[in-house]
């Protein structure tokens, strides 16, 4: 008996070319990165990793870092923005920067990654992997979708809403998006363009924590994301599905904090966490990712 039931593909090499490059922020870019005849498998909010390795311009930084670490630099690992109905793999990368009392190292890939990747530049990806994306049977365990994200944590969940919508799955999406500024805001004319083509489908909230909102659609806030406006927002908690994205304690720093008996600050993920908890909702019904 033959078996003809469709695999996913392994986790694969691909050669990639920078088809178009576009500003998001002040500190960040998109790349849209032509892959060619290849399957574009994967599904919405996974990521690609790029091995640092392969730029010959970063080859004594790298030796250099990697006598001080003692091992070798691993690649790095980006979101995809993209949906896979989309011609393009879509990736957004924050210029990182080092910052001394607070940085442990000199970023390596986010800087060129960010700057100097022009259109025509050609690179190596691997993918396609991660597990933060909708079950296969989302539709039986919810109806509504709450996004809790800050920064750039907002990459994989545009992929999300935007593969959501284009599949006309029925799910109800609500953004909580936290920025500084209204100029740190990823995606800011796609987010109102899809909001005001599926204003059933999608709710989107602006939270700034450094300015007042002015001129910022569809809505806006002062201050940070709470339990008030997550509760603001949700119908029946029990037709919930959690996904959030954004900054959280890295391991480094979980291992430093455990070196002095102390415990790490929470960050982003771990409050927004903490605070579903106490609203009722339960582990199973939460996709956390974080970035740092």
Not at 64 to 77: D, F, S, T, V
Not at 231 to 255: F, M, N
């Amino acid at each position: 008996m033959v078996d003809d039931t469709p695999r996913r593909r392994k986790v694969r090499e691909i050669q990639a070319v920078v088809a178009e490059v576009r500003d998001e922020t002040h500190d960040a870019a998109s790349l849209l990165l032509d892959i060619g005849a290849e399957e574009r498998d994967y599904k919405a909010g996974q990521f690609i990793t790029i091995d640092p390795h392969q730029f010959g311009f970063l080859e004594q930084v790298i030796a250099y870092l990697e006598e001080i670490k003692g091992g070798r630099e691993k690649p790095r690992a980006y979101s995809m923005g993209s949906a896979p109905h989309e011609p393009h793999i879509l990736i957004t990368v924050k210029e990182e920067r080092f910052w001394p009392g607070e940085s442990k190292y000199p970023p390596v890939l986010s800087p060129p990654l960010s700057r100097h990747c022009p259109p025509g530049t050609e690179l190596t990806i691997s993918g396609f992997t991660g597990p933060y994306t909708l079950p296969e049977d989302v539709t039986q365990k919810a109806d509504t979708i709450l996004h809790l994200c800050a920064g750039s944590g907002i990459v994989p969940n545009f992929g999300l809403m935007k593969d959501s919508l284009h599949r006309g799955d029925g799910l109800r999406h609500i953004l909580l998006y936290s920025s500084k500024t209204r100029g740190d805001i990823f995606y800011y004319e796609q987010f109102a363009a899809l909001a005001a083509a599926h204003p059933e489908r999608l709710s989107i909230v602006h939270s700034l924590t450094r300015e007042d909102p002015v001129d910022v659609h569809p809505a806006s806030r002062r201050g940070r994301i709470d339990a008030d406006l997550i509760a603001t927002h949700i119908r029946d908690l029990s037709r919930c599905l959690v996904y959030c994205c954004g900054p959280g304690v890295l391991p480094w720093e979980r291992k430093e904090a455990r070196a002095a008996g102390t415990e790490p600050a929470p960050k982003f993920v771990e409050t927004m966490i903490n605070i579903l908890h106490q609203l009722g909702f339960e582990k199973g019904q939460i996709k956390q990712e974080s970035w740092g």
